[in-house]
């Protein structure tokens, strides 16, 4: 905390009333900070390189005209940073209030504005970004998605679901491998592009949580969102988007079937990277989010493994 209140007075923010924010997965710390100024928020880690990850990314997102939350003062250790105030409406939520309203044109609408946007941020920012920033790796290759499908064979299919024939999905995982190795990774990728991860302010949009970018390839990001638990599944939602994002981007010189033959390979490594990280929370963390998803997992990686022409071996 100290460090937290050493940034409002280097900001100039007096008598702040701090309260911490629910974070994501990783050790940061989020805070809100009140004053008679109005409010910023505080983000706080211990990770110096995730942190150096986000501000030298925040700043090329910035000067290449992506919206992000303004920067106000950072920590001589770059252990705390102070940003922008955006609310606490993310695309998420928007669309979760809309679908109760019975408002589905809305999200469709903003669905379409998201993936109109990330074409341009996949490959504007490709050779803009400095990659020696990245904190984790600065290529998504194939030692990024052996990690990715071991944690989701070791957490959730032998602890949690136990319901597979092992030889069946390690065919089944080098089939996905070998065929998403095969495509270029000369875009940037967002890695972790979903819902929840974009935020609304004065109807513009607003990207936060890129820290763990890389390059790679642009289907993963594609993939990532429409294939998100947290994306709503209204009826034609994945033909309207994967559509939407074909045809505003010039980068794709496949054929439209093509394209969701990757789409789909892509699909599957997001989920089980998804599911991984939810089955690992809920042993190490006793997260229990992975209740709230299993069914979803299961029935879209059995659908995109069908259309792919792959068996995973994963018992419905």
Sequence with gaps: MKNILSLCEKAGIAD???????????????FRINSKAGTVIAVSGSNIVENEAFLSFRETFEQNNFNVPALYAVSEDRSAYLLED???????????KCTCNG??????????EVMTLLPKIQTVLYDKIDYSKCCQDPV?????????TFRFEEYFLKKYYKQYDASKFSIFIKEVMNAASSQSTHYFMYRDFQSRNIMLKDDKLYLIDFQSGRKGSFYYDAASFIYSSGTVNYEGMEDELSSCYYNSSTHIGD????FMHFLSIFG???????????????YERKDLSIE????????????LSDRAGLITGIEL
């Design 292 to 303: 709230k998803r299993i069914g979803f997992v299961l029935n879209a990686l059995k659908k």
């Design 16 to 30: 702040p009333e701090i309260k911490r924010l629910k974070g994501d997965y990783s050790d940061r710390k989020i």
């Design 86 to 96: 955006l609310g606490d409406v993310t695309v998420n939520s928007f669309c979760a």
């Design 255 to 258: 054929r439209f079937d093509v």
């Design 140 to 148: 998504f290759d194939i030692a990024n998605m052996e990690r990715d």
């Design 103 to 112: 408002g589905i044109e809305s999200v469709k609408n903003i669905y379409k």
């Design 268 to 282: 599957c490594l997001r989920i089980m990277q998804a599911m991984g990280n939810y089955a690992y929370y809920y």
